[in-house]
């Protein structure tokens, strides 16, 4: 699946790295936590969480995920997008809950959880 | 590799700001890259020194690190003057903080740091007297 699908099944707004909408992705995380996504989130490519703070990107970009969903319409600031551009994560924001985004992108079957351990 | 190899970096961590939590690491982890250490290896480093410097900020206002990367693998040294840890082997239980609902609220405090920085490194000794400060000293082979 590459993000361009996701951010068609999700229509969700695209805020940063439109070059990498054709990237392919595979496994995705969600949690509002970052230190649960530096102890589980294993082999993530894609972060789906509500916290919206700089810190979100610094966790993606030091486990090198690339494509960051934030749910419920929760907007980054310019500061925390032009954080995510320089290190090359495609930021997308979607208007669904964290269960809606996680079950509309897992009910495709063509990505899969990222937990150690399971 | 001869001790004139051996590469030394330090990074400030500054006092109460949370925006910056995350530089060190992601500076160190792109000189890593760059001297081509394996992804594995970068990854513990990475989680490791982000977990140490996310508390170094919530928990004893800044402080510094002392990085030293040789043949044998990557030192760290994490500083700080805070208020020190009163039982070690509870601050190192998953799951156990002392950190602020503020803390939970910006995403970390879950007590899952030091779980965290030992998890990623083959060897960590900490250091830490209450009221004078913790040094952490974390060694990941390359």
Known sequence: MTVSDIQKLLNAKVLSCNEKLNMEVTNAFASDMMSDCLAFAKDANVLITGLCNPQVMRTAELLDIECIIFIKGKEPTDSMITLAQNNGICVLMSEYCMFETAGILFKTGEIGGATVGC | MAADNTIKLHYDVPNDDFTRAGEASSDL??????????????????????????????????GYIDAEISENGLKLVLCDTGPGIN????????????????????????????PNMLQNTDDMIIDSIVGVGTTITMFIKM
């Open chain 2, 29 to 62: 982890k792109g000189k890593l890259k760059q001297m081509g250490i394996s992804p594995d290896a970068i990854r513990k480093v990475s989680i490791a020194l982000y977990e140490g410097e996310i508390n170094m900020v919530i928990h004893a206002n800044g």
């Open chain 2, 87 to 114: 039982d070690i082997v509870q601050a190192t239980q998953a799951g156990f903080s002392t950190a602020l609902e503020q803390t939970r609220m910006l995403g970390f405090g879950a007590g899952m740091g030091l």
